[in-house]
């Protein structure tokens, strides 16, 4: 039995070059970087200490302070919201490229996802909860691809591109450290107080994120400040009749329940997936972009798919693993118990600590490094074999408890391998996109996460209906797989990753 627990435009012809000869003071440009990160960092503790115990908040019963929900259906729902979450980054990034600058956009995101943080803190059972995690969705669709295009920006600034990935690096370590003490702090709220003391903790990072922001904003490069690509007067009426459109639609599909939460997750795969084939059909016919600009498209194809199925597998921990320890670890150490939310945190932690050495590793390799599509192998390859140890610990145990540690091995062995996909994304993200779409080549980026958090839900869902060794040994086997095909395609993807780049 399971227990369940109005910005002035530019034109681009004046606007700062990436390549410009002139590289900004060393202090000004390490603070416009770590500004951003801190930025980050406190967003990502909202964030993140809130899923660290949103699904047991839905797989706990009432007495247990949760909402008792059937552990398929708790999958779906996470998984759906942290889909919709990243493909909203698909309209923030729009909206960034077009009618409002990327600094306002982040600076109203941010706002409203303390709103979102707050209704979630006081307001009880699902309408509360959905109304919080729809202001959550809208807020960092604005915010998150937004404050991304603006590191892009300060890291365009420094002449030497070998700072790029190991800037990312940092600025990923600052995601990850939030992602670390936010379910740490939120975690022991809800252990020792109950749920809704975590939600509100929350709350309280995610206007730490808002501060942090509104003092730093106003020294922002210039290119954060102005409207890339400006929508002309004229089209502006046929976008908003299109987003009224798209609110009906959603409006209708779940008044006649069509959209529901146990469809969730597939409903935003399949979104996913149609997006991200309209992003790539629009940049690659573009006019404005060029030949060169096209084969870099074509060449993030196979690495965005690849890193869509890695955040499903890694994101598994919100789902399918979360159901896992509900049921099979014992979480008591004595006469205390081990807050379930920081299971979790080990795999942000991971890569954490792991972030500074491989960032020097790769500054000190130079151009000797791995190439962007053997990174993302390399992370496949082992997210694989953190499955395969699960599969082993899985079968050794039979049907017994599982003994704590294990698992935090392998959340040890999962989270750690983030750092070859996540910050490798980003970058290339930034520095391969065509000019006209830089902030959506971002959004695009994002929809890997998109991706991999609704591929997650579905895979939740999957977990409840399969025995363990035959859906551990699935998830090694294509974790595994797909990593060394990448492998040995790495030099042609490469070269078109490239193309136009320079060596």
Known sequence: MRTRTTPTTT????????????????????????????????????????????SFYLLYEIGEGGLALDPALASGIVGGYGGAVYLSQILGAWLGDRLVSPQKMVLYGA??????????????????????????????????????????????????????????????????????????????????????FGFGLAAIGMAGALIQYVVSMNRLPERAKIVNNPLSTGRRPLVAALVLACVAVVGGAGATGLL????????????ALVAAAAYFLTMTTSSSVTRDERRRILGYLPLFLASGVYFGFLFQKFTAISILITERIDLHIGGWKFPVAWITTVSPLAAVLITPLVARVWKRLGERQPGPVTKVAIGLTQI????????????????????????????????????????????????????????????????????????????????????????????????????????????????LLESGLGS
């Open 111 to 196: 706002v409203v996802i303390t709103a979102g943080h707050v209704v979630l803190a006081f307001a009880p059972g699902l309408s509360g909860l959905g109304a919080g995690l729809v202001l959550i969705v809208l807020g960092t669709g604005a915010l998150k691809t937004n404050i991304t295009s603006i590191v892009g920006f300060v890291l365009d600034q420094h002449t030497d591109e070998r700072y790029r990935d190991a800037g990312f690096s940092y600025f990923y370590m600052a995601i990850n450290i939030g992602a670390v003490v936010g379910p740490l702090t939120t975690g022991l709220a809800q252990n020792e107080l109950g749920f809704h």
């Open 11 to 54: 034109p681009v012809s004046q606007k700062p070059s990436a390549t410009s000869a002139t590289t900004p003071p060393a202090g000004d440009f390490r603070r416009g970087l770590w500004s951003m990160a801190f930025t980050e960092l406190w967003e990502r503790y909202s964030f993140y200490g809130l899923q660290g115990i949103l």
């Open 384 to 495: 694989g074999c953190a499955y395969l140890f699960l599969l082993i610990v899985s079968e050794a145990t039979g049907d017994a408890v599982i003994p704590l540690f294990l698992i935090l091995l392998f959340m040890m062995a999962a989270g750690s391998s983030e750092v070859f996909i996540g910050p490798i994304g980003l970058s290339l993200a930034t520095r391969i996109g065509p000019e006209k779409f830089r902030s959506q080549m971002v959004g695009l980026n994002f929809l890997t996460l998109a991706l991999g958090s609704s591929l997650a839900g579905l895979l939740g869902q999957l977990f409840t209906v399969i025995d363990n060794a035959s859906y551990f040994t699935v998830t090694a086997v294509c974790g595994i797989g797909i990593g060394l095909v990448l492998f040995a395609v790495r030099k042609p993807v490469g070269r």
């Open 260 to 271: 529901q939460a146990g469809n969730l997750s597939t409903v935003v795969t399949i979104t």
